[in-house]
């Protein structure tokens, strides 16, 4: 992959050293690296497999490893808004390893919220529908035409369609939302 340097040993966001580009994201549920350590949104049902300073352990994923999201693909560099977004493997710098779907609802989603993310958060979806076609910093995100793959908790990997029901979607990346869903 790709390997970066841009202000090495600063404070600034995107700071890293012979960061190397990699092709997947952490599934995170709803949260980024600007939120607080993983173990503090147990109670949160948009709680992901991974976080910040944390992961989940089997039991924690109620909704089954069988149909809960760890690992989704992503691509950097010119296919992001920003080519300073991820992922970064190994670096700990600002959109390295995160991977989010959006949800504004600590319950579930209504249907004006699906409405209102889907386009910019789905599988692949271009982001403020860029011309361009490129995503977001924390977005799944693959150049496999119709969609990318993902890792399932369990280990199994799935082509998730970039025409999926977003709340679909959104499902597969809580892992304990009482909503145990699977792709049709």
């Known amino acids: 992959g790709e390997v970066s340097n841009y202000d090495p040993g600063t404070n600034s966001f995107y700071s890293?050293?012979?960061?190397?580009?990699?092709?997947?994201?952490?599934?995170?549920?709803?949260?980024?690296?600007?939120?607080?350590?993983?173990?503090?949104?147990?109670?949160?049902?948009?709680?992901?497999a991974f976080g910040n300073d944390g992961a989940a352990n089997f039991a924690a994923?109620?909704?089954?490893?069988?149909?809960?999201?760890?690992?989704?693909?992503?691509?950097?560099?010119?296919?992001?808004?920003?080519?300073?977004y991820g992922p970064w493997g190994m670096t700990g710098t600002h959109t390295c390893c995160h991977g989010r779907v959006v949800s504004s609802s600590t319950t579930v989603l209504t249907a004006n919220e699906v409405a209102a993310y889907k386009n910019d958060w789905n599988v692949n979806g271009p982001y403020q529908n860029n011309a361009l076609g490129r995503t977001y910093a924390?977005?799944?995100?693959?150049?496999?035409?119709?969609?990318?793959?993902?890792?399932?908790?369990?280990?199994?990997?799935?082509?998730?369609?970039?025409?999926?029901?977003?709340?679909?979607?959104?499902?597969?990346?809580?892992?304990?939302?009482?909503?145990?869903?699977?792709?049709?």
């Open 61 to 84: 994923i109620t909704d089954g490893t069988a149909n809960t999201l760890a690992v989704g693909e992503a691509i950097g560099g010119r296919f992001k808004t920003s080519t300073h």
């Open 16 to 48: 890293r050293r012979n960061a190397i580009r990699t092709s997947y994201l952490f599934s995170t549920g709803v949260f980024t690296d600007y939120d607080s350590p993983w173990l503090t949104k147990s109670g949160d049902i948009r709680q992901g």
């Open 138 to 184: 924390w977005q799944f995100h693959s150049l496999h035409p119709g969609g990318a793959q993902f890792v399932y908790c369990d280990g199994s990997t799935h082509f998730i369609p970039e025409t999926v029901d977003y709340l679909t979607l959104v499902r597969l990346a809580y892992i304990h939302d009482g909503a145990a869903v699977q792709l049709p």
